[in-house]
């Protein structure tokens, strides 16, 4: 039997239980008295991961761009010809799956037999099929998705971004990858990446509902395969500080230009407490600055500079950026008055009574946020892949201090760490 550990967090009144099943696989059930339960079985495997080797191998393989998200479309198929969204059906499972730049993820909500679903899941994602025909006739669809996201502008306008803060940084790649890239993805390549991948050491289950860890546990002893601990070796590309460039910019089918300003951060801590406090003291000073009630939120508002403003921060253990979104007829009068806005508050200092509202409206979200077995279960698995157990967090919050916020700003914000994306109008 697996050694159970629980943990709790005492101020917030929320534990979760933990085990490492026999497989090699780590296991977190939540127990809520909820109607709805949710499970995410996710790999830490994504779009930046198209260069690896296992430990003790000789030499790194590169592969094609797009396979993470290619390798998740490919994971719904069976070799016995079944449907795996009818199988989740006759449970009156609703499922889905995801793939990030750092992750992907299969899940479910079922309000009723959630053994049944769960054995499902675990099921169809360890046993993969691919075929030479049936990745043919995939590329075809996913080449046909990426052609109609090449259409979107709030897609283009982020990946534009992107291109501009990074030069060479894997972060930048396209979650789908390109037509040309996905071209190259061979039955054996999908194969060769999944047994990298997707071992159960590399993998989590994060579970939440009204639910117990036995359940759980008679569920995945009866469907996952024992399996030796691999430990891969990632290769991740070397950034400068410097932004790749200043502007990017399109024309598409818009009515009003579309603007990013994206500020780029390559400092990740290596500890992961101190990226945690990093990204909480961020995220703070990101709606000190730039949130609803901000100076800046209102004036461009109220001048009728700007429509649909939005704002924030974001940081893992890979990359961090913030970024500035929203629509305007003069993008770069918006810049202007960002960079402007910015120097006048780093000489003027941040308000202290505002630094403790906005940690306070933090730290709610946080307890909010176990109010959904969907929100919980997830925020759980995003903080696992950082290292960072939520459990820690509340206190991380408590312990972020306004001097650290203060000197964050001057830290954060410099010319030379900021892009700008335009998406303009076609030319009538």
Known sequence: MSEIIMREDKAIGERYYYTKHKSGLDIYVIPKKFRTSYAIFSTKYGAIDNCFKLEGDKD???????????????????????????RFAKYGADPNAFTSSEMTGYLFSCTSHYDENLEILLDYVTKPYFTPQTVAKEQGIIGQEIKMGEDNPSRARYYNTMEALYADSQIKINVAGTVESIAEITADLLYSCYRTFYNLS????????????????????????MQDEKKIVRCYNAEKAEVNKKRVKVKMAVSKPMFEIGIKDIEIPADPKELLKKSIAGSVLY?????????????????????????????????????????????????????KYVEEKKKAGLDRSEFERIKKANYASLVKSFDSTQNIANNVTYMLLDGIDIMDYSKAVADVSFEYTEELLCKLFDEKYYAMSVVEPLDK
């Open 287 to 339: 709606d000190m600055l730039f949130g609803t009630t901000s100076d800046f939120a209102i004036d461009v508002y109220e001048s009728g500079l700007v429509r649909g403003f939005g704002a924030g921060y974001s940081l893992d253990h890979v990359f961090g950026m913030g970024e500035l979104v929203g629509e305007s007829d003069d993008p770069e009068a918006v810049y202007d008055k960002f960079v």
């Open 60 to 86: 790194f393989v590169k592969v094609p761009d797009g396979i993470a998200h290619f390798l998740e479309h490919k994971m719904f198929e069976n070799e016995d010809g079944s449907d795996t969204f009818e």
């Open 202 to 225: 590399n993998m989590v289950l994060v579970t939440s509902g009204d639910i117990t860890m036995e359940q759980v546990l008679a569920v995945a002893d009866k469907v996952l395969p």
